[in-house]
Nanobody
Framework: QVQLVESGGGLVQAGGSLRLSCAASGGTFSSYAMGWFRQAPGKEREFVGV????????FYPESLKGRFTISRDNAKNTVYLQMNSLKPEDTAVYYC???????????????WGQGIQVTVSS
């Protein structure tokens, strides 16, 4: 069983940056691909990106490429989501999740954090 806790969310102005962290405990962190998802009110959960178990590769949806970057530190059991040039439409609850494979589908993720709010003001 893996427990995931996100931190680093909050309110930021449009054009600003924010880095989310997700700390893992209770499992072998380095054996999981780690994904980030987000969900805005009234919208479906959206894939933000995923990093491989060893951190050697990552992929993102085309809409977020160049602005969002995922990295991980397996020694610290932590994955990060760096968000730059933020826009009001990035406002959502952000979730980190662990999966046995790199996937864009939330259905393949076994463990989830509780989520953290990110609000981007215009």
């Amino acid at each position: 069983q893996v427990q995931l806790v996100e931190s680093g969310g909050g309110l930021v102005q449009a054009g600003g940056s924010l880095r989310l962290s997700c700390a893992a405990s209770g499992g072998t962190f380095s054996s999981y691909a780690m994904g980030w998802f987000r969900q805005a009110p009234g919208k479906e959960r959206e894939f933000v990106g995923v990093v491989s178990a060893r951190g050697r590769s990552a992929f993102y949806p085309e809409s977020l490429k160049g602005r969002f970057t995922i990295s991980r530190d397996n020694a610290k059991n932590t994955v990060y989501l760096q968000m730059n040039s933020l826009k009001p439409e990035d406002t959502a609850v952000y979730y980190c999740a662990a999966s046995g494979s790199m996937s864009y589908s939330w259905r393949t993720y076994d463990y989830w954090g509780q989520g953290i709010q990110v609000t981007v003001s215009s």
